[in-house]
């Protein structure tokens, strides 16, 4: 008889504990405390994931899972010419060639393979040849910022490229050609895919949208903004996208990972927050930064580092700033790393920290160059806004507080 068992929050470190031996193959799960839990996916839903350890079944809540990861590669991608497809979620998807055909785009797969895509036209952004040419990708982002509300026949010119504008109708039964009702006249014009560089569909905002799951990533480079996840009887995975769209794989190993952190955790470096901050003197602008805050970097450009490791994400606080994040209740835990970086040059740098949840004082400790790195974990469930404040405790001569790895999670 089949075991199955919810974990709660406290109990994920036990995981750990009652399965000592893992196979090499496993799929490993990194919850939102920390802790990682390796077993074999054995179910996906709107709750969370289903992992099977030995005989039993543990099923853990979306809410706890930062990333599952599969242990599947993600491949170099090709050097030979391919199309990418956005959708309208932000789903990206190469293929060797696309094609319409009746109210569908379709996608070719790759030379080394690929999911297998239905991608109803109101689902797609656009569709875009020759992906791999970064000269191409650069002129393609500049068109789009001149496109209006219509769909768009795109053609390449020496310089960059040009479109038609009108209606996409549909497409032949072959998938080769379409039918544009045009903007300059109304009149429809049957135009072929083979001779255009790509096609941009204008997509009214929708009234709804499905809630996100996950961000899922294949060993085909592909990424996929999920609204659910299926796992078959026979080992194949289906993924519905948030854009409506559905992709098909033969097994678990076509995916890399399952990326929660998209729903459950937000960088502070990654919002935008309301920043209060004196003004800087003109004379001291050649000495001083000019920036309250430093997203994902130290001075100078260089990386975030704190008692010798360095942080991809942080922040990096100038003294006298307060910044003020909305969260709006979503979230239940602030998370992050407090001192000066040491690529300051002055070690008597100090600065008093104080971090607030709608107004009640949660933290405030004097933070200095000297000290290392403090780990600060604060609730901040239900809270409407956090609010950091660095006061200068020493003149600290350029020296910025350094948040690293700041988060809000769920």
Known sequence: MRRTRRLPRFALALALVAVPLVPVTADDVTTTAGKKISGKLAAVDAKGVSLRLESALVEIPARDIV?????NKVRPLPKDTF???ELTDGSILRGAKFGVKGKAVTLDALAGGGPAAD????????AMKRAEDPKAR?????????????????????NGFTYIQGTVKGGSADGTEITLEKESDGKDETLRLSRCAGLVFYQP???????????????YGNVL?????ALSAEGGVTVTTVSGATVKYAGSAELARLDYALGNVAYLSDLDPQVDAPEVPIEERRLT?????LRDRALSNEPIKLDGAQFPKGLCVAPDTALTYNLKGDYSQFKATVGIDENGTNATSAAKVTIEADGQVLFSEKVARKDKGKGVVLSVKGAKQLRIIVEADTPLNGNYVTFADARVQK
């Open 119 to 126: 991608l109803p036209t109101g689902a797609v952004f656009s």
């Open 138 to 158: 650069e002129n393609w982002k500049k068109m789009l910022a001149t496109r209006g509300k219509r769909d768009l026949y795109v053609v390449a010119q020496e």
């Open 225 to 229: 903004i999920a609204a659910g996840v």
């Open 205 to 219: 905002p929708p009234m709804a949208v499905a809630p996100t799951l996950c961000r899922v990533a294949d060993v």
């Open 67 to 71: 990333v599952v990861d599969l242990g």
């Open 83 to 85: 199309t990418e497809v």
């Open 289 to 293: 930064p000019v920036a309250p805050v």
